[in-house]
């Protein structure tokens, strides 16, 4: 007669050890899935800022920020997001805000500065250049500087500026270009086709550093092509640009000969140096 009551015992038993038992594997899936979460939370959040339509970026950091104002991660997202966006005058009040939180650091600084750049506030971005103490020396921040001192012609500072940057970074293509740019505006037209050279020598790939440099010797009255790495577009493209190059300086025949190198050269119908032709034949 025991034996019933044992099992029912037994079976209680086991039946509230169960229902522990799943209580417990229920909190440890849910902790599970709060920290996947996170995971995901914080991947797609660098996902944002590299691939996809940026304004798209800007919106899901916004969404973020609404239920984590206080984020600085997020707040730093939008910042960089609305840069992308071209949203340059609300990208100056991003990183305003991203200032205001106890966990900012002076590259947020400097990226503020950057915004301020972006949307032609000169004075602001110098301001708050000067604000991030010296010692504090970064590829960036030197970039902006050298910029900003183009900007009010203080020609030594840039080129100081311009040779610091170039040192404080492994991919100096781009400023190089910037530095290159800075040359050729000046009239210096040997210097700036020097960098433009090193700039192509160090990323290939960066067509506006192609273009630079035949600007840079087109104004010198050089028209043969320079030996750089070229498709039959880019190559075309380039003798378009050293044809107006000519033209510009009154070189019009030569001119002319560079158009008609250029339509033969693209692979396809090159509408742009066609016009150019026609233009200088009907005049």
């Given at each position: 007669?025991?034996?019933?009551?044992?099992?029912s015992?037994?079976?209680?038993?086991?039946?509230?050890?169960?229902?522990?038992?799943?209580?417990?594997?229920?909190?440890?899936?849910?902790?599970?899935?709060?920290d996947?979460?996170?995971?995901?939370?914080?991947n797609?959040?660098?996902?944002?800022?590299?691939?996809?339509?940026p304004?798209?970026?800007?919106?899901?950091?916004?969404?973020?920020?609404?239920?984590k104002?206080?984020?600085?991660?997020?707040?730093?997202?939008?910042?960089?997001?609305?840069?992308?966006?071209?949203?340059?005058?609300?990208?100056?009040?991003?990183?305003?805000?991203?200032?205001?939180?106890?966990?900012?650091?002076?590259?947020?600084?400097?990226?503020?500065?950057?915004?301020?750049?972006?949307?032609?506030?000169?004075?602001?971005?110098?301001?708050?250049?000067?604000?991030?103490?010296?010692?504090?020396?970064?590829?960036?921040?030197?970039?902006?500087?050298?910029?900003?001192?183009?900007?009010?012609?203080?020609?030594?500072?840039?080129?100081?500026?311009?040779?610091?940057?170039?040192?404080?970074?492994?991919?100096?293509?781009?400023?190089?270009?910037?530095?290159?740019?800075?040359?050729?505006?000046?009239?210096d037209?040997?210097?700036?086709?020097?960098?433009?050279?090193?700039?192509i020598?160090?990323?290939?790939?960066?067509?506006?550093?192609?273009?630079?440099?035949?600007?840079?010797?087109?104004?010198?009255?050089?028209?043969a092509?320079?030996?750089?790495?070229?498709d039959?577009?880019?190559?075309?493209?380039?003798?378009?640009?050293?044809?107006?190059?000519?033209?510009?300086?009154?070189?019009?025949?030569?001119?002319?000969?560079?158009?008609?190198?250029?339509?033969?050269t693209?692979?396809?119908?090159?509408?742009?140096?066609v016009?150019?032709?026609?233009?200088?034949?009907?005049?």
């Amino acid at each position: 007669m025991r034996h019933p009551i044992l099992f029912s015992a037994f079976l209680a038993g086991a039946t509230a050890l169960a229902a522990c038992g799943e209580k417990n594997a229920d909190e440890t899936v849910q902790r599970a899935f709060q920290d996947v979460n996170v995971v995901d939370e914080n991947n797609l959040s660098d996902v944002m800022l590299t691939v996809g339509d940026p304004n798209e970026a800007v919106s899901f950091f916004q969404r973020t920020l609404k239920a984590k104002p206080d984020s600085i991660k997020h707040q730093r997202g939008l910042g960089l997001s609305l840069i992308r966006a071209k949203r340059f005058d609300e990208a100056v009040g991003a990183w305003k805000k991203v200032l205001e939180n106890k966990d900012s650091i002076p590259d947020d600084s400097i990226e503020l500065a950057d915004a301020f750049v972006r949307a032609g506030n000169w004075d602001q971005a110098e301001k708050t250049l000067d604000a991030v103490p010296p010692t504090h020396e970064t590829f960036k921040r030197y970039r902006l500087e050298a910029i900003i001192a183009d900007s009010k012609q203080e020609w030594t500072k840039a080129d100081s500026f311009y040779e610091i940057a170039v040192g404080l970074t492994t991919a100096p293509a781009s400023v190089l270009n910037n530095w290159g740019y800075s040359k050729l505006t000046r009239g210096d037209y040997k210097d700036a086709e020097r960098l433009f050279t090193s700039a192509i020598t160090q990323d290939n790939s960066l067509f506006t550093a192609k273009n630079n440099l035949i600007l840079a010797r087109g104004a010198q009255g050089e028209y043969a092509m320079p030996v750089i790495p070229l498709d039959q577009v880019e190559r075309a493209q380039l003798l378009h640009t050293l044809a107006l190059s000519a033209i510009k300086r009154g070189d019009v025949e030569t001119g002319k000969g560079l158009l008609r190198d250029a339509i033969e050269t693209h692979p396809q119908h090159f509408e742009e140096a066609v016009r150019s032709l026609r233009a200088l034949e009907t005049a």
